[in-house]
């Protein structure tokens, strides 16, 4: 595939994911820990399920069906699901809230880049 010139070095993805995943656990037990509702619980490990689900379709999309235009349009939905965890998040514990933006903010670059790739690549007229 044709790559555009500010991909990320590649040593870059593995420290970012690392450091996403972290975070993301970080923010699983301290929501966890904070929930207070009735059937918050279950939502709670719903909506990181289904992020954990999108993320998994995202790479098989990209690396292993090589298909970045399936993929651009799955990677709508897999950053809808961080934003959604997020603003669920919030009103139980900000900061796990908060721990969640870097994930948003780096699959918002991964989508620009796939957007790219496609383009690069005539996926997209």
Known sequence: LKMPSWQPPGAAFGIVWSTIYVLTTISAVLAWRDVSKPGEGRKLIGL????????????????????PDF??????????SILALILFIWPINKIASILLWPYLIWVTIASALNLSIVQLNGYLP
Not at 51 to 61: A, G, I, Q, R, T
Not at 71 to 80: D, E, K, R, S, T
């Open 48 to 67: 990181f399920l289904l992020n954990c689900v999108l993320n998994l379709m995202w790479s098989f999309l990209f690396f292993k069906l090589q298909r």
């Open 71 to 80: 993929a651009m349009i799955q990677v709508i939905f897999f950053w809808l």
